[in-house]
T-cell receptor, first 107, second 115 residues
Framework: TQLLEQSPQFLSIQEGENLTVYCNSS?????LQWYRQEPGEGPVLLVT?????EVKKLKRLTFQFGDARKDSSLHITAAQPGDTGLYLC???????FGTGTRLQVFP | KAGVTQTPRYLIKTRGQQVTLSCSPI?????VSWYQQTPGQGLQFLFE???????NKGNFPGRFSGRQFSNSRSEMNVSTLELGDSALYLC??????????????FGSGTRLTVV
């Protein structure tokens, strides 16, 4: 069974700070997806990373796929209250979800 | 284009009852997957339907079942409800490739409360 572990589990920061969220597995994935979920809503796809070592940027969010395709990271620069939510990484097959990182950004 | 529509949005049921939830995928999407989300267990995969056939199944008891219709709309049913079935049930649609690199689109979910 492929498992995805995310760290940290919770993150509470002030507006303007930078942060990094990690997604790790012992298995190799052909791709990984990152989602953000707000309370009472379904997850929304942010990005898909496919190639080992790939870096993708989405405004202040930077996503990286590990060279061995076993891990990924999400870096947020100058976090804003609107970034608050549950961040989930997911594998492509049967959409195995990670354990999630709950981010709270205070103004 | 219209997103993924789940109905109802909220539901309260009594232990022992059964419930049916509905999901209409994005037009053209042939795969519908169902997930259960609870604070303790996170997002857990229930099953996936593709072209009216169950293609994958998670580790849930037989009380959880589903089906997909020819128009790709899907329903899931939970029989003999237990208090622990209280959760947000999410469905997600995709084009349907087994190794899906295009991402899933989720509905807003059905919040089921069992009392």
């Amino acid at each position: 069974t492929q498992l995805l572990e995310q760290s940290p589990q919770f993150l509470s920061i002030q507006e303007g700070e930078n942060l990094t969220v990690y997604c790790n597995s012992s298995s190799v994935f052909s791709s990984l997806q990152w989602y953000r979920q707000e309370p009472g809503e379904g997850p929304v796809l942010l990005v898909t990373v496919v190639t080992g070592g790939e870096v993708k940027k989405l405004k202040r969010l930077t996503f990286q796929f590990g060279d061995a395709r076993k891990d990924s990271s999400l870096h947020i620069t100058a976090a804003q209250p609107g970034d608050t939510g549950l961040y989930l990484c997911a594998g492509p097959y049967k959409l195995i979800f990670g354990t999630g990182t709950r981010l709270q950004v205070f103004p | 284009k219209a997103g993924v529509t789940q109905t109802p949005r909220y539901l309260i049921k009594t232990r022992g009852q059964q419930v049916t939830l509905s999901c209409s995928p994005i037009s053209g999407h042939r795969s519908v997957s169902w997930y259960q989300q609870t604070p303790g267990q996170g997002l857990q995969f229930l099953f996936e339907y593709f072209s009216e056939t169950q293609r994958n199944k998670g580790n849930f008891p037989g009380r959880f079942s589903g089906r997909q219709f020819s128009n790709s709309r899907s329903e899931m049913n939970v029989s003999t409800l237990e208090l622990g079935d209280s959760a947000l049930y999410l469905c997600a649609s995709s084009l349907g490739s087994q190794e899906n690199n295009y991402g899933y689109t989720f509905g807003s979910g059905t919040r089921l409360t069992v009392v």
